[in-house]
Structure formats: C-alpha cells, structure tokens
C-alpha cells in the first residue's frame, strides 16, 4: 500500500506539472493578439517544414547508409570466404611444398648416389683402359724347357712327362689366344679356319683337307703325316699370317723368331706314349 501511495503521488506530480504549464500555456495565448498568434503560426508552420524535410532528408540519408550497410556486409562476408580460401590455398600449399621438399630430398640422395656410381664406374673405365684383358686372361710363362699358358705346359720331354690331356688344354688356350688376337686385327685367316674348342680345337682346312686336330690321345702315328702334326702345321701357318699383319703397323712388336712353316721340321722328343717322333 506504501509503495502503491508513493506511486500515485508521483503520477498526480506529474499532472499538476502538466496542469501548470496548460495553465501557463493559456495565459499566455490570452495575451498574445491575433497578428503575433498568426505570425507564431507561420513560424511554426516553416519550422515544421524545415523539420520535415530534414527528416526526409535524414530517412534517404539513413536509407543510403542502410544500402552501403548492405553493401560493406556483402563485401565482408566475400572478403571474409576468399580469406578462408586463401587460408586453405596456404594450407594445401605447404603441403604441396613439404610434399616437393621431400621429393627434392630424395632426388638428391638418388643424384648422390648416381654421381657416386658414376665416379666408380669412371674409376673402373679407367682402370680397364689401362688394363690389357690379354694379360688378365692368358698367363704365358717361360720358365723351364716347357712354354706354359694358364699353368697348362705345352709339350713334353724325357725328363719332365706331360700327360696328353695337359697338352690338348695347352693347346686350346693357345688356339684361343691367336684367335681372339686375329679378331681384334680384324684378321682373316687364308687356307685355314681356327676354331677355339677347349681341349677339342682345331682347324678346318679351306682347301680341302678337312679338319686338322690340335689334341690327341697318343695313339696316332708318328711316322704318318697324321692330322695332329698337320694342325701344328698349320696353326704355325696362321700365327705367321697374324704375324705379318700386325708387323705392318710401324713401332708394333715383332717376334724374335721367324716362322718358316714350308720349312718346318720335328726335332725329336717323347711323349707320354713312349713313342719317339
């Protein structure tokens, strides 16, 4: 009841305010003459004018300032979503680097490791240029009475025996050697093909004599012009023509010995067989 009392006092406060300047209102529309009433009117009438045409102007304003609202907001949100893609553009794009800098860190072990087998490789060119694959592949030895090729001894005498399979593997490595020889020559043998077999060579005759042994069991004659001698004959007859090729070029070696092969004659020697020849 206290609060409500206090409310109600307040409210006629306020109508006795208003009453008040009714009453002060009226008093002074009595005083004023009808001529200042209408020029008071007038004025007010301008000024309510004024007053709307300014709210006219302050409502476009307010519209015009509402669009660009509008207008600022729309280009916000599209600054707002193209920053958004262009983080995410960031984002793929450090990972397409770290993608690329791996790649890049692997191509480089690769391109050292290449450059690394390529430096080998050089060193190994050179080292094979420098290297005579003859020398690597035939072992030919002097030492003693006997010729040695590979550690096979190439013939026989009374004192040291030779067994015939020794002999035949000799003369194989032999055959080998003069053949690859005469093909890097570029050598082509005339009345006879070589033909490198282990201890199985031989040569074929090309004017008609048919094959002609480098190998032998012992068993064929010494005192017949047999096959065996034959091919000795003629395998000397194909290293005088390797000879003579080769000599054509001047500073290239020559042989100590010449080759006489029309001439070639058999001093006597034992072979494993016992049989003297």
């Not at 300014?54 to 669009?67: P, T, V």
């Not at 660009?68 to 920053?83: D, F, G, V």
């Not at 694959?133 to 090729?149: A, M, S, V």
């Not at 094959?211 to 005088?240: E, I, P, T, W, Y």
Request: charged share 25%; with cysteine.
């Amino acid at each position: 009841m206290d609060n409500l009392l206090r409310q109600l006092d307040a409210q006629l406060a306020l109508v006795e305010s208003d009453n008040q300047k009714y009453r002060s209102f009226l008093e002074r529309e009595s005083l004023v003459s009808e001529e200042e009433r209408e020029a008071m009117h007038m004025e007010l009438w301008a000024e309510l004018q004024g007053l709307e045409q300014e709210e006219a102007r302050l409502a476009q304003e307010l519209r015009d300032i509402d669009h660009h609202h509008a207008r600022i907001a729309a280009e916000l949100r599209a600054a707002q979503a193209e920053s958004k893609e262009l983080n995410q553009q960031e984002v793929q794009h450090w990972i397409d680097y770290a993608a690329l800098k791996m790649d890049q860190l692997e191509l480089m072990d690769q391109l050292s490791s290449v450059e690394n087998q390529l430096a080998y490789a050089q060193r190994q060119l050179r080292r094979l240029r420098k290297t005579n694959i003859f020398n690597l592949t035939f072992t030919i030895l002097d030492e003693g009475p006997l010729g040695i090729i590979n550690n096979f001894r190439l013939g026989c005498l009374p004192g040291i025996q030779v067994g015939w399979h020794e002999i035949n593997a000799a003369w194989g490595q032999t055959a080998l050697l003069l053949f690859s020889l005469a093909k890097i020559a570029r050598l082509q043998f005339q009345r006879y093909q070589l033909v490198p077999c282990g201890n199985h060579s031989y040569l074929k005759s090309l004017t008609g004599d048919g094959v002609l042994l480098l190998f032998s069991d012992g068993s064929h004659s010494v005192f017949l012009n047999n096959k065996f001698d034959r091919g000795m004959k003629a395998f000397l007859d194909c290293l005088q023509q390797f000879v003579e090729e080769v000599e054509k070029e001047e500073g290239c070696f020559f042989l100590p010995y010449r080759i006489h092969v029309k001439e070639v004659t058999y001093s006597k020697a034992i072979f494993p067989s016992g049989m003297e020849k």
